[in-house]
């Protein structure tokens, strides 16, 4: 800053340098204003027209994947599949820089590849898919176990666990993998977990202004009215068997859960429950294929 104002100091009587320096103050404030500018209008579109980010994708170099980590999502990622050749493209854009952000541990001798890698990357970026700011900011370690494993903070068999205060996600593969290849039960830990994770990362974030935590909650918050309007609406769902008991827990587990069913039975649950479906669509701004 010295440096800088010495160079002032010097350049002073240099029309040419004033000029200059003018013409990168005023690009700073234009763009500065523009950004507020855009947020304004941001926000007025998803409060009152369309509850969904202007755009999604914008990317001044969008980053590949090996192609053996490709392959996996080719071969081995249902949601991956369904996407256009332009979303895949960002989508494995988004797995690149998740795996570049966040450190995977084997655990109990667990070797990790990149099956592990992938598909867990692949679990959480296809639930912020429909944001612009897809980043899980709750997370920056995914702990990985062979199966049910021990946790000495609550003394318990775990076969998932969300540490906000460890930044980590702790999954046992065993069940992690049975959850991704059986994707009609409405049984799915990584989907689980990661929902933890983004809820309380969006709950932290409500009061900045991160429009993909704001449509999230703002979602959440209308989905909850919409139940408690209706006489015995939640004590229906509770009967229906179609959301398991855990659901109604807590408000966490009830948002873990219905997305859960969300992504593996979309056709089901819209049949079923077609005003809760829309909200929590709303909620992820999923607008994929399939959904």
């Known amino acids: 800053m010295i440096n800088f104002l010495f160079l002032l100091q010097n350049k002073s009587e240099n029309p040419a340098f004033l000029n200059t320096i003018s013409v990168v103050l005023i690009t700073c404030g234009l763009f500065i204003i523009g950004i507020g500018v855009f947020k304004f209008i941001e926000g007025f579109y998803i409060d009152f027209i369309a509850k969904k980010p202007l755009f999604r994708h914008f990317y001044l170099v969008t980053k590949e994947l090996s192609p053996s980590q490709k392959k996996l999502l080719e071969n081995d990622f249902k949601f991956y599949k369904r996407l256009d050749v332009k979303q895949q493209k960002y989508f494995r854009h988004r797995v690149f820089k998740f795996l570049s952000q966040v450190e995977f541990t084997g655990k109990e ?49 775990h076969k998932g666990h969300f540490n906000p205060g460890y930044r980590a996600i702790l999954l046992s593969w065993k069940d992690f993998i049975h959850g991704h290849k059986v994707e009609d039960d409405n049984l799915n830990l990584g989907i689980h977990e990661f929902v ?42 509770q009967k229906s068997a179609y959301f398991r008991n855990y659901a109604f827990e807590n408000d966490f587990e009830f948002t873990a859960v219905i997305i859960e069913n969300f992504i593996e039975t979309p056709l089901e649950f819209r049949s079923r429950y077609p005003n809760v479906y829309k909200h929590v669509k709303q909620m992820l701004n999923f607008d994929f294929a399939g959904y």
């Open 196 to 237: 933890h994770a983004l809820h309380l990362s969006y709950l932290s974030s409500k009061r900045t202004n991160d429009i993909s935590a704001h449509i999230f909650i703002s979602s959440l918050e209308a989905l909850h009215e919409y139940i408690d309007s209706k006489v015995n609406f939640k004590l229906h769902m």
């Open 109 to 157: 001798g667990l070797v990790i590849d990149d099956e592990k890698k992938i598909l867990v990357a692949a679990t959480a970026i296809m639930l912020t898919f429909g944001f612009r700011d897809y980043a899980i900011n709750l997370i920056d370690k995914i702990l990985i176990y062979p199966s049910i494993f021990y946790s000495t903070l609550d003394r318990n068999y």
